[in-house]
């Protein structure tokens, strides 16, 4: 089941994740038909639990509402202390794959292994300060990998090209592996993500900043064309 999930998700690959983080959560359900119309295949749902980072967002009452209004996969990065112990709480909510960062937890392998029976797919996620060699151990057990190119937290940070090293990286040793990047991706910094071998483009502000979401896809599409790998 879990392989069916990953699909779900690598089916948006090369292509934009909408990051609802910097979307007006006062109109929601508006906000995700938009980007339905605008082409968005995948949504991904920033969990905060103000101890991990210090801000807070939403939990499962708002992905099991996502969950019924639309039938895009949900991709949950999981940014908060103790993931196993949201783990199937979200799963039950709808999560299509959640993402633990891989400094909050003691033992990754065990997390990843214990999200994986859950069914859904898993990925871990690394702060821009982790190095590669920390996520190595828990590879073999996860389905992707998410580089942080800003430390986790908050939406509209200046991209930080340290992730594009990881990158480049784990895609030269993990041909396979599915590669995530999230934090201050636009049209300047897209294609150079494309370039160091990234699959899926987790994007906020330059989405939500934007008046017309499907003119702002397109034009992130095209940039991931021209740094095609
Ligand atoms: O996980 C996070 C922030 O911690 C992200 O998903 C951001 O929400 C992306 O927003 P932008 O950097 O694109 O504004
Ligand atoms: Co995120």
Request: aromatic share 6%.
């Amino acid at each position: 089941m879990s392989r069916d999930k990953l699909e779900l998700i690598r089916h948006a690959a090369p292509g934009v994740l909408p990051s609802l983080l910097m979307c007006d959560f006062g109109d929601l359900k508006s906000e995700v038909t938009r980007l339905e119309q605008a082409g968005a295949k995948v949504l991904h749902l920033d969990v905060m639990d103000g101890n991990f980072v210090p801000n807070l967002t939403y939990g499962m009452p708002i992905v099991e509402g996502l969950k019924r209004h639309t039938e895009m996969p949900l991709d949950v990065h999981l940014m908060i202390q103790d993931p196993l112990a949201f783990a199937e709480p979200m799963v039950k909510a709808g999560a299509d794959s959640l993402t633990f960062h891989v400094e909050a937890v003691p033992n990754p392998i065990d997390t990843a292994k214990r999200i994986r029976d859950l069914g859904v797919a898993v990925g871990v996620a690394l702060n821009p300060g982790t190095q590669v060699t920390d996520v190595e151990p828990c590879i073999e057990f996860v389905d992707m990998v998410l580089v942080m190119s800003v430390k986790a937290g908050f939406g509209g940070q200046k991209f930080d090209p340290v992730a594009l090293d990881k990158l480049q990286i784990l895609r030269n040793q993990y041909p396979d592996l599915l590669l995530q990047i999230d934090g201050g991706i636009n049209l300047d910094t897209i294609a150079s993500a494309r370039a160091a071998g990234c699959d899926l483009f987790v994007v906020g502000s330059a989405i939500f900043n934007h008046d017309d979401y499907g003119a702002a896809i397109g034009g992130l599409n095209a940039e991931i064309q021209r740094g095609g790998v």
